[in-house]
């Protein structure tokens, strides 16, 4: 289990400060894209959901257990839980010179003359050869915040703290469909395993009869050789079902930051999982529901902070300063002789061989290059979505029409090993009948998974019912 260390209490102090004084006035960031009216795709008469906790809609309590096993002990998940702590001690560090900083300082120096008559720099003369000094005094220093670039040095470090957050909700929900994919990936592994076994026992129980009327001079090679042929075929096929089951479960377990030999996965049945349908609501809604978009805004919103730095930079700086204190020869005399030291300076770049310009032509290209970029994530949210939508639409019409298919090639099945029996069919036919059965048995499995994957993959495109903390 991994324990996850809280922040310190002076930073989170520093950042509560620093949220509450700047919470009105961040800027809101306008990527220029708009959003469709509605989905294409979306389904008829389902239900709006909204809900954090969207795996527990599939109905089993055993992917209910992993996924919280995955919240917990995932490495990726505490990786970036220690990436946000990171973030929030950049904000408060970046917020720290908007205000003065104060410094105490207490000295004591003992300088003795050695030989000679000493120097200007010395303290120490022939006639008083050792000087003792004591002193204690309280500085104050700070930059005024003419232009705005300490402002905007701490507006970039709390964005870059919500991209930190919602890129942490970002890994976790990533981590859960990959959890939910994968867990229903196995189980339907384990269940065309038991589909393959089953029917390699059925071509087996029908191969000793062919060999019995073979042996009877009522059958022929040929139909002996073919049915030793299908035999062989399904038995090739039941290791390759029997290797993606074993390399989900590899997966899986690491997913859940756990070796393979102590993950437990008991004998829920692949049927238990179910799917609801899940209502995606409006397009213009997504912006405020994937956690994705919220780390590319508040990341373009960080470089819009940086430009205003940038510029800041290029401009004179004013500091002011101030001292009190005390120094004198005994230390039972430092209180008798107090002072105070007043001090203002101003500062301006003249010439730095075009750096600073630089620095803020880069500042500009870095904000036009994740403006691009969230623009993209934008699109690719909707696309997410719609893709999604329309695999479920799709998935839901191949498993009607899949559905009669499996029932048609049962009933092909028993009506021809009938009729074979009775010496109106002949061996081919039924030959046929086995292979189409358990194609159609294999693919009703694969696309029941589908379908599980389709609705996993629209809850991580919708957000996951995500909600930012960091307003």
């Not at 997966?251 to 437990?264: F, I, K, M, R, W």
């Not at 029932?407 to 086995?434: C, F, H, T």
Request: overall charge neutral.
């Amino acid at each position: 289990m991994n324990k996850r260390s809280p922040a310190s209490p002076v930073c989170v102090l520093g950042l509560c400060l620093l949220l509450n004084a700047c919470a009105a006035s961040l800027p809101a960031v306008d990527s220029g894209v708009a959003a469709p009216t509605a989905w294409q795709y979306a389904e008829r008469d389902a239900a709006q959901l909204n809900n954090q906790r969207w795996w527990t809609q599939f109905g089993s309590p055993q992917l209910n257990r992993l996924i919280e096993q995955a919240r917990r002990d995932s490495f990726d998940v505490a990786a970036a839980v220690a990436r946000v702590r990171q973030a929030q001690a950049k904000a408060v560090i970046a917020g720290a010179p908007l205000l003065p900083e104060v410094k105490f300082n207490l000295s004591t120096s003992h300088q003795r003359l050695l030989r000679g008559q000493g120097g200007p720099d010395l303290d120490a003369t022939q006639s008083n050869d050792t000087v003792n000094s004591f002193g204690a005094n309280l500085s104050a220093s700070y930059e005024v915040d003419f232009w705005g670039g300490r402002a905007a040095a701490r507006d970039s470090a709390l964005h870059s703290l919500r991209a930190s957050a919602s890129d942490q909700a970002t890994v976790e929900l990533t981590l859960l469909s990959n959890v939910a994919d994968r867990y229903a990936q196995t189980l339907a592994a384990r269940q065309r395993e038991q589909i393959a076994e089953l029917n390699l026992a059925n071509a087996r129980n029908v191969l000793e009869l062919v060999q019995t009327r073979y042996d009877a001079g009522s059958a022929t090679a040929l139909e002996l050789a073919q049915q030793q042929s299908l035999v062989a075929s399904q038995q090739r096929q039941l290791p390759l079902i029997q290797q993606l089951a074993q390399e989900s479960r590899i997966t899986l377990a690491a997913l859940l930051g756990q070796p393979v030999q102590a993950l437990d996965l008991g004998t829920e049945p692949f049927q238990a999982l179910t799917w609801p349908r899940i209502g995606p609501g409006v397009p213009s809604q997504l912006l405020s529901r994937r956690p994705d978009l919220a780390k590319a805004e508040a990341e373009l919103a960080a470089a819009q902070a940086d430009v205003r730095v940038a510029r800041a930079a290029m401009l004179p700086a004013v500091t002011l300063g101030a001292t009190f204190g005390s120094d004198a020869g005994k230390a039972v005399e430092i209180l008798r002789s107090p002072y105070y030291t007043l001090t203002g300076g101003l500062v301006a770049p003249i010439f730095n061989n075009g750096r600073l310009t630089a620095e803020r032509d880069k500042a500009r290209a870095r904000q036009d290059e994740l403006l691009q970029t969230y623009r993209g994530a934008i699109i690719n949210g909707f696309a997410d979505v719609e893709k999604a939508l329309s695999n479920i639409t799709r998935l839901d019409q191949q498993r009607q029409w899949q559905t009669q298919e499996l029932q048609a090639a049962q009933n092909a099945l028993r009506i021809a090993e009938s009729r074979y029996q009775a010496g109106a069919e002949d061996w081919l036919s039924v030959l046929d009948s086995q292979r189409t059965l358990y194609t159609a048995q294999d693919l009703n499995v694969q696309l029941r998974l589908s379908r599980l994957q389709a609705s996993i993959a629209l809850y991580k495109a919708l957000g996951g019912g995500w909600e930012s903390d960091i307003r």
